[in-house]
């Protein structure tokens, strides 16, 4: 498979992005929203320096990604609601079957969330956070792989990026099993919002889906924070 000089570029930046936010959940482990600025400035500007480096073709439909495309609103509204309702079963079916007790303990710990400042953090999670994420993954990463590059490589290199990201700041969550049903699923979910946002060729689609899957894994965390 050759690869161009524009996607090792992507990929790279996709590494450097991951990598350092790994360090910061695992080692640093900062306040929320010091976290949260970092990878705000790591997000935005490294697809700015890939594009200096060579992955300006990668940005000539930018603008696109942000364009709404109407159909395809209104099938991830519908799909949002309904991956919003599966999470909320699954927790409420599954999660006897794990200790859950251990995350709210791990989110005071490791970056300074509780109860009293969850509310702000759910907010920001499920509406800024998650259309940073959309950008940079499923717009920067796997739209701009995608253009040339095979599409199990670009759907498998950003699903598993997605995914590997989120490992550091769940250290502590709960047993490997857990871990590692929760990983799955933020893969499977990754390879769903590529496909969201494949023939739109914006962010959209997946963002509401993402915000829907949000606001009910935050709403689990109320729920937990109530009984801690």
Known sequence: MKIAKKHWV????????CGAMALVDGLWQPGYWVKSAVKLALF??????????????AFRGLPRLFRPERRAILMSVGLGLGVFAVILGGYYTLGRLFDLTAITGALGENVGVTGGNFLFVAIYISFVNSLLEEFFFRGFLFLGLFDGMPGWFAHCFS?????????????????PALLLLILTALFVGGLIFNRLNQQSRC???SWLV?????????????????AA
């Open 10 to 17: 992507m990929i790279l930046a996709g590494l450097v992005g």
């Open 44 to 57: 935005l500007a490294l697809p700015v320096a890939a594009a200096a480096l060579g992955a300006r073709e």
């Open 159 to 175: 699903a598993g990026l997605f995914a590997l990201y989120h490992i550091a700041m769940m250290l502590g969550w709960g047993s």
């Open 203 to 205: 962010i959209w689609p």
């Open 210 to 226: 993402h915000l829907c899957a949000n606001l009910a894994i935050n709403t689990i965390g109320f729920i937990l924070f109530a």
